[in-house]
Structure formats: C-alpha cells, structure tokens
C-alpha cells in the first residue's frame, strides 16, 4: 500500500500506475458539478491555494454543525465523475491539480490532461460513506455554502488514509478503458 | 393514526440499516472473488461500511438519493394527512442527517435545503380494501438512476426482437453501457411493457422484491436466472474496477402493452439497495 500526503510533487504522481491502491493524507477540496463549472468560467482565487498540488474530490457530502460551530463530515463517498469531463483537464491545468478521487472513470480529454500536466485519476468506493467520512479528520473551510447547497459546496477537508485506488495514471494507462473494450467484446458474444 | 414518528424510523432504517438479503448478497459476491483481488478488497470495504452505518446510525451512501414512496391505505385514509407526515419526517431526517439534502430547483438551481419540493417526496398513492396501511420507501441515488434506461423493440442494431429473447438482449446492452458508473455490482430491474411512464414504473418497482425470493412466473424466472449467469460474465465488476460480481439479482415485471408498442426499461439500483417497508394496523408499528 503506498501512502501519500498532499501537497504532490509531479515526479510523485508520475510514479503511480494503474491498480496502485493508494492511502491518501492531508487537505483535499471536494468540488463538483457546480463547482467545477464555476472554475472553468469565472477561475475563481479563494480556491487557488487549497488546489496547488493537491487533489480534488468529486464528492457531495452529509454534514453536520457541531456544538462549537464546526462543520463535520456524516457521510462522504464519491459521486460519478464523468460530469466533470468537459471541465476536468482545464481546472487540473489552471490550478495545478496532482489528482481527482471520484468513481467511474473519465474520458479521453481528461486522460489526456492527466498526461499533459502530470496528474492521476483515483477510484473511491462508491457508495461507502459512513466509512470514508471517518477518515476525514477535519473540516478546514467551506466556500459557496449557501449558493450551491451542500452537495455541490467546496469543502475543504483534511484526510487521514483515505483508501483510493489509481485507475486512470499519467501515462496514458486507463483500467476504466480497459474493462470496457474486455466486456463490450465479451457482450457482443452473448448478445 | 400517529404517522409522523413512524415514517421518520422508515427513513432512518432506510439510509442507514442495509436490508439482511442485499448485505447477503454481498457476502456471498466477496466470497466468490479472487483472493485478495481489487474486486474482494471493494466489496470488503462495502461490508465494512454497511456495518459502520448501521453501528453510528449514519447514512450508507452520502447520496441519500430520490425519496420515492408507495402508500397502501385503507379506505377511509386520508392523502393529505400522510403527505403532511412525510413532509414533517423529511425535514426532521434532513436536520438529523439520515438525509442529505437532494431537491434542487432546476430552473434557479437552489437546493430546497430539506428535501421537500415539487413531487419531493414523490408519493404513489393505492387504496386498498385492507384495514391496515402499507408504507413502503425507496431511497434511490442519483449515480444509478442516471445509467437506468429505455429500449424500443425492435432494436435493429442489437437484433432484439419483440420477444422474451429481445428482452435479454437490450437488458445486456444496458449495463454493458452502465460500466460501473451506477455503483456496481447492482440490482436490475426490468419492466415490459406499458406506456413509456408505466414501463420505467414497472422496472422500478421490481426494487421491492426480496433478492432471495423467485419470479412466481416461470418463464420470467428462467430469464432472470439467465440474465443473472450473462451479466456477471460481462467481467465489469464491483464499481467497475474487473471482477466475477456485475449483478446481485435482477428482477422482470411485465404489464399489457399498445398494440403498436414494446418498451423495455431498465432501472438500476446501485449495490446501497435501500428500500424498507412500514406496516401499521390496530396500533402496531412494523418494519421490515
């Protein structure tokens, strides 16, 4: 099991490979449909810092306001990444993202922003919430709360051994593609 | 007739408390993959979590989905009076966090904030002669709902014809198509049959049978048991990522159809199969 802590070097990533199962570590920033929209169009600042060299998560989460007015994760698995295609590898560049955790996959733009700028695409359990939220220690900030609901907030969050696997690397290498062409060719036999 | 409480537990239970024949399934799945495979460590962290939840009470899966219910009731009930109690448990479940919030406007883009909304809940009404009252919830998430799907027969570029063997076709089409992206291994839900409305009602309500309990029309039960042995050859496997387990089940229901029409409708469930039923009669409160 390999462990890493954001922020990622370039060379770091550029090591990963397809079936890497990885432990992430450190601040990541959720950011989804709206979210990633908004960064394509208006390229906001507040973000830039959270992003440099670290990964973002496609993830709409269950929150909680504790006692003290701190925010806590309740649930927190991945949500499907391929709405974030037509946006993924012009934010990736913008920002210097080493990383996406989501589930699904991606397509051939973001495969070939992977490569370009040195960046990889992790797989979270779909599904797993009660035990992903456990593994986010802290809930540093939160930014368009109240325009874009929680779900599709930037939750800026510190993680501690998030499990992860690496399906899509920045060499080209995509399991997602991989397991498509395999069944497709296996369907096209029982249809 | 005291609702409110009730319907708030349904949905507790619900989001929380994975049903024992979906967490079964999973097991017998884990049990069947390679050991020590991407496959058997996804479906081990699945189990891991299904406990987890229900331990701290917390939602499974963070996508608490669509809150569809299906109310049975007597006929002297009252529509307005369960609606107001679904309305109260929704709210309630949002602030407790059983529930995210998940009813957005779609021409202003807000989040309502408690899930309530325009047909949110979406409530299916049935008076029955009975004098009990059946409320059965369906929590379904937004990942599988979008790889769910609609197939006219015939298809030409599948050769699926208006027939059983047409059917097993476009139901392999489908989630060839749906990869892993609508949280595999999932449950299949088929609906033949109907108008374009009440097919994609038929496939969905299949989602209320037990995994464990058979098809009482045969020629439907041999097609799911084969239906069943041909998705899990696909290889996709759990979310996607390669293995033996593409499908915990799949259910078939069929409905009479327009002479000039043949619908097909494919709804997936995501692994996180969450759907509980609540029973009240003379005072009692039952779930299951």
Known sequence: MIKLKTPISEKEIRKLKVGDEVLLSGIIVTARDQAHK????????????????????????????????????????????????????DVIAEYNVRGVVGKGGMGDKTAEGLKNHGAVYFHAIGGAGTLIAERVTKVIDVFKLEEFGTPEAFWIIDVKDFPVVVTMDSNGGSLHKKILETSSEIAKNII | MKLREPILELIRKTSTDLSEDAENAIIRARDKEQNQSTAQNVLNTILENIKLAREKSTPICQDTGALLFYIDYPVNGAEAEYRDAINWAAEKATQLQYLRPNAVNPITGKNSGNNIGLNAPYIHFNQWGKNSTRIRLMLKGGGSENVGTQYKLPNTALKAGRDLGGVRKVAIDAVLKAQGQGCAPGIIGVGIGGDRMTSYALSKEQFFRNLDQKNPDIELQKLEKTLYTDLNKLGIGPMGLGGATTTLGVYIGWQHRHPATYYVSISYMCWAYRKKTLTLQNGEVLYD
């Open chain 1, 38 to 89: 908004l960064m394509v169009e208006e390229k906001p600042d507040f973000i830039r810092d959270y992003l440099d060299g670290s990964i973002i998560y496609h993830c709409g989460p269950v929150v909680k306001k504790e006692g003290n007015g701190n925010w806590a994760f309740v649930a927190a698995g991945p949500t499907t990444s391929s709405r974030e295609e037509p946006y993924q590898s």
